[in-house]
């Protein structure tokens, strides 16, 4: 069922997110966000079973340990105080990157805000982190197969580099396409 939205924002909104940069308390909420993200996101993408097994409890250990790693820019966006979404931002981790390239490594909205400008505003936020931190162009990798990331990256001026991998860390294989955009 779609959110109900009025001028872009879902109704019953109190306002546009609020973008800062994640705590160690935020842990918890944005290990849900990810996983129900994923579930939702990347059913039909990636078999039911591996979406099915994921558990939040499982990633708040390792999203703890990013939260304050001062490599990585973690960001969440807020609505009422609420973590709403998330992104990261770090060096990127590709060999043939250029010095001055860095990589959103994540970005994913609780599927109750998509279309709600949760997502922009991470974008726009991990934009301006880049730039505070150096970097003259961003990477992320995105499943090729899906169409809605793809378009959305693309409406936020990122565009396919060419390069493609399929990454099998998790158990599953995922065909990813690489974008990237100047900052």
């Known amino acids: 069922m779609r959110n109900l939205e009025v001028d872009g924002m879902p109704v019953g909104a109190t306002s546009p997110p609020l973008v800062r940069h994640a705590v160690s308390p935020d842990v918890p909420a944005i290990t849900s966000v990810h996983v129900r993200a994923w579930q939702v996101a990347y059913r039909g993408h990636m078999p039911d079973s591996f979406l099915d097994a994921l558990d939040s409890a499982q990633r708040t250990a390792w999203w703890a340990e990013v939260v304050v790693d001062p490599r990585v820019a973690v960001l969440v966006a807020t609505d009422a105080g609420v973590v709403g979404g998330f992104c990261s931002l770090l060096v990127s981790r590709d060999g043939d990157a250029s010095a001055g390239t860095g990589e959103i490594a994540t970005l994913y909205v609780d599927p109750d805000r998509w279309r709600s400008g949760f997502g922009s505003a991470l974008l726009t936020a991990a934009v301006d982190v880049a730039r505070e931190r150096g970097f003259g162009a961003l990477s992320l990798w995105v499943l090729a197969t899906n169409s809605a990331a793809r378009a959305f990256y693309e409406a936020h001026g990122f565009s ?11 158990g599953v294989s995922l065909h990813e396409v690489r974008y990237q955009r100047n900052v």
């Open 160 to 170: 396919a580099d060419g390069r493609e991998k399929t990454d099998s860390r998790l």
